[in-house]
Every structure is written in structure tokens, then in C-alpha cells.
């Protein structure tokens, strides 16, 4: 398989599978395309219709786009592996919460944009940013107390995957966390495949403006 992505220290949508695919030990072959160039658009049409990163294409050419979809895509392949947790109503939940970052928190994807490089504590804490981050608080609190931890739903899973580019923005920005939320981002930032993520972003030379904060 090929997994199409954008540059690791800005595309938040690509960390995700390719961390599920790094963690849970699924061969695959990067395809990484620097993004707001010239010809970005075109050399992702190569591989996916949407236009956008992530896509992953199987060996048979068949593509699939967008991150939930393809985390999705690999655990109905790859089912020995649980991508999602296993007993019911806690992969119901950890769908809901995943679907909730999907679709939502757009004051902080706005103000606050995923660029590892970047270290500017207290950045665009507006009042709609606080909110997405004291929400966010609350569900990995409460996603720890139910299983124990050490990740939200007790071993890494889709939803970690989901909210990691979130634990990016926050080693990024330095919001106030609860403990619990503290040491939940510290884990996940020192699991092997976010820390290769986050090396790898750091090596990057390549700049896009509109996802760099004006000083």
C-alpha cells in the first residue's frame, strides 16, 4: 500500500493513519507531497480524486481518502489488530469522540494551526479557543477514568490518532490542562511512531506560510 501525505509538520490529517499504520506495524510505502507549492494539487490528483491528503491506495490501485476513512478502511483489513477497542460501548465511544474531532473544534484548528517547528506558548487563546480546549480536556478525562489509560480507550487506538496532531498544537502552544489531560499528551508525544512523527517534521526545511503564526 501507499500512504499519500503532505508535509509532517503541518498536515494533521496525515499524521493520523500513517501513525495507525507505523504503531500497529502495517507495511506501507510514504508518498509525501509538499504542500501550497505549484504543482501540489496536481501530484495529489496522481493518487486521489479529492485532491487532498491523506489518501491510501492499495496494491490494486483502489483509493481511499480522508484520515477517518482510512482509519476505518484499516481496521476492517486488518482485524487481528484493535484499531478501535473492542468491547462495544467503548468503541462506540471512542467513534464519537474520534467523529467529534473530525467535524469539529474549529476555533482552535483556526487559530491555532499543527506546525511542530513552532514554539509560541499562549497563542491565540481567544475565549472560542479555550472552550475547544477545556472540552477536549474533559473527554480525555473522562475517556482515562473509564479505561484506566494509559491511552484513551487503554491501549493506542483510532482515537489516539485522532487527537494526536491536537496533542501537537498543545506542545506547540502551552495551553493550561488538567494533570490528567497533561500526562495523557506527554504519553502519547513519547509513543515510538509520534516521536518518529515528530522528528521527522523537525527536519523539514519546507515553509508554508499560511500555517505559520505571524509573530
Avoid at 80 to 102: F, T
Amino acid at each position: 500500500m501507499k500512504l499519500v501525505i503532505g508535509d509532517k509538520n503541518y498536515s494533521s490529517w496525515s499524521m493520523r493513519p500513517w501513525l495507525l499504520l507505523t504503531h500497529f506495524d502495517i507495511p506501507f510505502e510514504e508518498v509525501l507531497i509538499e504542500l501550497d507549492e505549484p504543482g501540489t494539487k496536481r501530484a495529489i490528483l496522481t493518487y486521489s480524486s479529492s485532491g487532498k491528503v491523506p489518501c491510501l491506495v492499495s496494491d490494486d490501485g483502489f483509493a481511499v481518502w480522508d484520515s477517518l476513512a482510512i482509519a476505518e478502511t484499516l481496521a476492517d483489513r486488518y482485524p487481528q489488530h484493535a484499531l478501535w477497542p473492542r468491547d462495544p460501548n467503548a468503541r462506540a465511544r471512542a467513534r464519537s469522540i474520534s467523529a467529534e474531532m473530525h467535524s469539529g473544534f474549529g476555533a482552535l484548528r483556526n487559530a491555532l494551526p499543527m506546525s511542530i517547528r513552532l514554539d509560541r506558548p499562549g497563542a491565540g487563546r481567544t475565549p472560542d479557543v479555550l472552550a475547544d480546549i477545556a472540552r477536549i480536556d474533559m473527554l480525555w478525562r473522562e475517556c482515562l477514568a473509564a479505561s484506566g489509560g494509559p491511552f484513551l480507550f487503554g491501549e493506542f487506538s483510532i482515537a489516539d490518532a485522532m487527537y494526536a496532531p491536537v496533542v501537537m498544537r498543545f506542545n506547540s502552544y502551552h495551553p493550561e490542562l488538567s494533570p490528567e489531560a497533561a500526562a495523557y499528551a506527554q504519553r502519547v508525544t513519547a509513543l515510538p511512531a509520534v516521536a518518529a512523527w515528530i522528528e521527522a517534521g523537525r527536519r523539514e526545511t519546507h515553509v508554508v506560510a499560511d500555517d505559520e503564526l505571524p509573530e
